[in-house]
């Protein structure tokens, strides 16, 4: 207690000095706290990131096999394409289809990968409804896309709906992202897949306009194995309303009015004609981190560049990477503003056992133990460093946020052009050709890395306290130096 | 109450212009009861010999015995000899300009963990005995005057009640007036059975000594 006292009474002797190394303590130390802030925030946000995005897969076709195709239809005139057609036995048609779609056998054995949380696959295609009128395509019709769409071989017809087959209804991303809602009905799950129950989900203006509720049927148009025109009867099991419409990313995939059709994947294949077959597979991996072993994996089953991985690395790199970029800064700062904490408190611990040398030779001539002396001076220390990281709190509480706001604003702006020049240059190009995500694609939160949050939590208060003790123990090395060396017999000549 | 007895006491000092002899086979013995003075001119080597009595310096050879033990090399807390067996007494008075004439004399005390209420009760007692006031008990040494600063040391030096008052040039910086007192107070330790070892240059302050030890270029002359 009374070294205590003699400790604090002591930073009362030179008041001017003692205000002049807490403010550039607080300063320093507000500083490296408000970085410390910063990072935490930085890391966390990187690990949130990580959570939600860059674990996402999608296996397709790839891309050169659409634009090979394409450069190969487009070569055709008007009047080849439709004797081909003419010619073409089923076998030779289905053999066509398949080979922009890619085998079941080898999105399932991807999926049995370790890394591998969730899997789903699609298959969308055009299917005949005769008894159904969708006249929203008159207009797809006037704007000449239907002839667009037959330069590619594929026949629109004023009863052609598009159908979207997965194995579980309720985990396509547009219901999981509250585009379409079910009103009414139930979702077909993963019994209906495996079963191939004959059953669709219909949307709710297309429902009302035919008059169909769920229980009702429709009749779809398709040929069988042996290439006969045939019949599927299909029950209407939910009705959906659309709350968004679809994007139009997509010349074929062009269906801003909804009328989708979504059925059990093993029935859709039924209805195209191509059972094993499917044109995207979707994964949830555990972390962005085995994104190379995932594609490594996929590589080695797939056995050729026909069939391509892509995954959501740049939308993680694009969110993530600022982040990383501000925690890399913010840490730099720390370790800085720590080392001006140390080196300030080194200096004018240095001038105070200078000024104190003979009065440290009078405690150990009054027989004063070094530990004695010593404690004196470190509740000197502590009350200096103590007062400054309330200070310095305070400050970093106020300035904590803007600061990481800044520095995040610097990053993302210096990131710009380059993440432009990837999605240009890879993926984005590859999405646009084929139509966006996969069905099975949640939207992901890109707010989580457009802001910084800094949280003043218990971390931090463990952290400023850890700062404290490491400021004061590397302060005390001066003190401890001084103590030891001092000789009361050669400083007590002095006068 | 013990003596000191001292015996061929050697000590040397390094400087860049060579080797000193500060002390060169001193023995001297110091009675309880009785002031000894060990008088010579500057760079004699008292003060030397005073620190090595009192710890603050090791021999480089001989034995410092105060009672019955050589308080180097029978392995002494000179720590704990500091607080309780010696007590200092120097030309410039050494004391903590921060704090007070009274925090000033419990400082020994606070280092030996008294109890703060014994260490103000017992301070203001020795304070009050060297004729130090209570007015001049918060003041701070620079509010003093030399002779009342050196009183202040000399409670000081009493404060643990110590066996050996070890006094450097006490009187060097005051007026003889005061001078006197101070050497009159220190005769009256002495007669309390203490052992009381001043260094002085001063033949007065000798002549007012039981025993006088003369000392000259580190040896002992008379």
Redesign the interface.
Known sequence: ??TFT?GF??IY?NPARSLIVIFLLSVCLAFSMAMLAVRLAADSQVEEVKARVGNYAEVKVSSNVFFSRYFAESGKSEKERQREQETMTEQEARQKREETLIPESITDEVSRSEHVRTYDKFLTTDIVLPELENTNLQMVFESGLAKEASRLGIQVTMNTFPFTGNTDAASLSDFRDGKKVLVEGRYYDYFDFSAANPVVLIEKNLADKNQLRTGDTVVARIKDKTGREAEKELTIIGIYETKEAESSQNLLGFNPFGNRFYAPLSVVQELNNTPGFVDDASYYFDNVDNTNALLAEFRAISGSDRYEMTTDLVDYQTLADPLAKVGNTSSIGLWGSLGACVLILLLSMLLIVRGRV??L?????????DR?ILAQLAVEVVVLCLVAVIIASAATAALGQSLGNWLLSENIRTEAPEQNQKQDGGQGMMRQFQGGGSPGRLASDSSVGNQIKVLFGNELFLYACLILLGVCLTGMVIPVVGVVRV???RV??M? | MNGVEVRDLTKRYRTRGGEVIALDGVSLDAQPGRMTAVVGPSGSGKTTLLYIVGSLEAPDAGSVRVGERDIFSSGLNLVDYRRKTVGFVFQFFNLVNTYTALENVMLPMAMTGVARSEQKRRARELLERMGIGPERWNHRPTRLSGGEQQRVAIARALANDPQVILADEPTGNLDSGTGKIIVEILRELSREGRCVLVATHDENVAGLSDSVAHLKDGRLVG
């Open positions: 207690m009374m003699r009474k002591s002797r003979k009065e030779g009078v405690f150990k001539a009054v027989g004063a133990a004695q000789r009361p017999a007590l000549r006068e």
